[in-house]
């Protein structure tokens, strides 16, 4: 795992390249299999598929990078399916489940910087306290559209919680990428609106 | 062919009946309390000048005067869900607790899964299950958007649903929110009475009823089903329960119905049905001013 990676982010973020099935010569080892959810080991001590991350580190991860308490996730389960695609569903459920989905998508680990999921970020985000950057309405209507802008920002470099004020709290909308004073929405294609027109 | 006329013997005031037909539905949504809550919700509703009007039988549905509730902070957010006030019926009649393991066996596009996910207290487990690949996507998103972690996602014929992945554990409680006829929505589509065809509606039964017999054979002896159309058909509805109901071990309940409704009908068109059939409850559009829902409870076991 490289969770915390001092250097600086490269702007795709994206791990797609990281194969997950180990070197041939290793076949009969457990590997991940695309297919299937299998759940995330306690630790390292536990591993068996070679690079799968621990709940223990993302539990870290979390904590270490946005202030999110690891009892945040006491009631979930973290699981793998595909190589560095992290899920969390609720409650404990059998191993390995080949299903479509398992409760959220929530982090990629595949990449040297981990990334939080949009979805992830919605759901869990309220308990950050770290690496939250608070925008106005317009750049948050601008990173809900997907696009890139400037933003104050005094902190690390990397993924932060993008949140603004809704009903008169701070609500995180999804993760941001910063770079040299520019904060790049990494909200998908699929989730990006345009909020707004006068009142909205 | 007039496809309404066909069911107005069934109606106490046929007049009534086709004139709520011809109009369209009001926007409602559904507060998804898993992310926020009726107040925070319809206070961010207030901030962007969008008015709401809650449910008089129930705070978590507002009634919205935009058609646009998509460009909404809150609805990018995950706190509200598009989703027609008739609609919230089968999840309440299914009524599952905390913790509890339950079906949804034709879920797409997941309004009714998140539903009960947000029933579940989003712990325990959901299983949302969909035959039609193309619609998973759809399922999964609204899902995802709504922050339903309690959830997992199957495709596969609801006939022959699978226990395996579940290690043959049972289900407490399965929804059948069967494919139908559809007439129920023509306040949103009038054009679902053009398809109707009564062949398409007698391959319909035979699915639904065999989806309803496998719902049952999945779920545990005292747990529940419940049986839900968009349909106003008989032949989709009390038919399909009187078929199923000679053939497994449930029985009809009755149950409170949150909405005015009217029981099941024990014939039609010369056929005559299992009395219990009368449990179930038909929601006309004219009784409530929404679309049309058939709702049955069946519990499972002696």
Redesign the interface.
């Known amino acids: 795992m490289s969770a915390e990676g001092p250097d600086r982010p490269r702007p795709d973020g994206d791990g797609s390249t990281d194969g997950g099935d180990g070197p041939a010569d290793e076949a009969d080892r457990p590997v991940n299999d695309p297919q299937r959810f299998e759940r995330l080991p306690a630790t390292d001590a536990d591993r068996r598929v070679e690079d799968r991350p621990t709940r223990a580190a993302v539990l870290a991860y979390f904590d270490e990078r946005f202030g999110v308490p690891p009892a945040t996730f006491a009631d979930h389960t973290f699981w793998e399916k595909g190589a560095g695609s992290v899920w969390v569903a609720a409650g404990d459920a059998l191993t390995p489940l080949a299903v479509e989905a398992l409760g959220l998508r929530l982090l990629r680990t595949g990449g040297r910087h981990w990334k939080p999921t949009t979805d992830g970020v919605q759901r869990f985000g309220d308990a950050a306290t770290r690496n939250v950057v608070a925008v106005d309405r317009e750049a948050a209507r601008r990173f809900v559209r997907g696009e890139d802008g400037p933003v104050e920002w005094d902190g690390d470099w990397g993924y932060l919680v993008v949140a603004t004020a809704v009903a008169g709290d701070p609500a995180p909308l999804g993760v941001g990428l910063f770079i040299d004073g520019t904060l790049r929405s990494q909200v998908p294609k699929g989730r990006r609106r345009s909020l707004g027109g006068r009142q909205l | 062919m007039d496809v309404l006329g066909r069911y107005e013997p069934l109606v106490d005031d046929p007049a009534a009946f086709r004139a709520a037909c011809e109009r369209p539905l009001p926007y409602t949504v559904r507060v998804n309390t898993?992310?926020s809550s009726v107040e925070?919700?319809t206070?961010?509703l207030?901030?962007?000048?969008?008015g709401w009007t809650a449910a008089a039988w129930n705070p978590r549905l507002l009634e919205l005067d935009t058609d646009a509730p998509?460009?909404?902070?809150?609805y990018?957010?995950?706190w509200l869900h598009g989703q027609e006030a008739v609609s919230a019926i089968p999840a309440l009649v299914l009524d599952p607790q905390p913790?509890e393991r339950v079906w949804d066996a034709c879920a797409a596009p997941g309004s009714k899964a998140s539903q009960l996910a947000e029933l579940l207290g989003?712990?325990?487990?959901l299983v949302a299950n969909d035959a039609s690949l193309g619609r998973?996507p759809a399922l999964?998103?609204n899902?995802?958007?709504l922050?339903?972690?309690?959830?997992?996602?199957?495709?596969g014929d609801a006939r022959t649903f699978s226990l395996a992945?579940?290690?043959g554990e049972r289900f407490d409680r399965v929804l059948v929110d069967a494919p139908c006829s559809g007439e129920g929505t023509v306040r949103k589509n009038p054009a679902v009475l053009d398809d109707w065809s009564a062949s398409s509606a007698a391959g319909l039964a035979d699915l639904q009823a065999g989806i309803l017999r496998r719902a049952v054979e999945v779920t545990r002896p005292g747990g529940v089903v419940v049986y839900a159309t968009c349909t106003f058909a008989p032949e989709e509805n009390e038919a399909v329960l009187d078929r199923v109901l000679g053939a497994v071990d449930a029985t009809l309940v009755p149950f409170d119905c949150p909405l005015a409704a009217e029981p099941g009908v024990t014939g039609w068109e010369g056929e005559t049905f299992d009395p219990s059939v009368r449990h179930a409850r038909r929601i006309w559009p004219h009784l409530n001013d929404t679309g049309g829902f058939f709702v049955a409870r069946l519990a499972v076991g002696s």
């Open positions: 898993i992310k925070r919700a206070a961010a207030d901030e962007t000048g969008v998509g460009r909404t902070w809150p990018f957010l995950g913790g989003d712990a325990g487990r998973l999964r998103a899902l995802d958007r922050g339903v972690t309690c959830a997992a996602v199957t495709h992945p579940f290690a």
